[in-house]
């Protein structure tokens, strides 16, 4: 069954506002990566974080991995109407190979 | 981006034909994989392979079947295919399948199966 659980499923924000996607694993993860998919693209590879309570910035988005290592989240601060897409979280469980994906998070903005 | 290309981008068969999919990478990976999504699961992993090697198959039924000529191609082969396989399949590539390396996605074949 789906392992990595990722909400909301979709969210709307007004350009400006503050948006939050969270992602939950019921075992503990070796890492966590995020992606972004824009509409009609393919994901693309945004980050990846591997240490307990980790936190990384790119611009406006900021990542952070939980302490347990079975959460994370991704914040996008004054959001742009670049930032519409579907955001995936995918963590590695601990002892396995396999890298298992979130449903995503679906992000449209009204600019 | 051109490191993971993929062919055909769009593809209509009828459920009795058979066509294959090819995905190559340019980025010297040992790993590559297959995904469907559709809107009703995301991201669903089909097969891995590394080193050539088929690591995994995820229940996927037999109307698909992966080929893996090596570490540059992958190739899936479709026949009898049901309209419920109409999805978007995309192919992706690791450097290696261990060690949490991030995954470069092909542009994605959209499937219609008519």
């Known amino acids: 069954g789906q392992q990595v659980m990722q909400i909301p499923q979709y969210q709307h924000v007004q350009e400006g506002e503050d948006f939050t996607t969270y992602c939950n694993s019921s075992?503990?993860?070796?890492?966590i990566q995020w992606y972004k998919q824009r509409p009609g693209g393919h994901p693309v590879f945004l980050i990846q974080l591997v240490k307990s309570g980790e936190v990384k910035k790119q611009k406006r988005l900021t990542f952070q991995f939980g302490e347990a290592k079975k959460n994370s989240s991704l914040h996008i601060t004054a959001t742009q109407t670049t930032d519409v897409g579907t955001y995936f979280c995918a963590g590695r469980i601990q002892g396995a190979q396999k890298l298992v994906f979130g449903q995503g998070t679906r992000l449209t903005i009204n600019p | 981006e051109t490191g993971v290309t993929q062919t055909p981008r769009h593809l209509v068969m009828g459920m009795t034909n058979k066509k294959s999919l090819k995905c190559e990478q340019h980025?010297?990976?040992?790993?590559m994989y297959w995904y469907k999504q559709s809107a009703k699961k995301p991201l669903e992993l089909m097969f891995v392979y590394n080193f050539k090697e088929q690591t995994e198959n995820n229940s996927v039924p037999s109307r698909f079947s992966p080929e893996c000529p090596n570490s540059s191609h992958l190739f899936l082969h479709l026949h009898t295919l049901q309209p419920e396989d109409s999805a978007l399949y995309l192919c992706?590539?690791?450097?290696?399948?261990?060690?949490?390396?991030?995954?470069?996605f092909g542009p994605g074949t959209r499937l219609t199966v008519t």
């Open positions: 992706a590539s690791s450097l290696l399948l261990e060690g949490g390396r991030e995954q470069y």
């Open positions: 980025l010297g990976h040992n790993a």
């Open positions: 075992t503990t993860l070796s890492n």
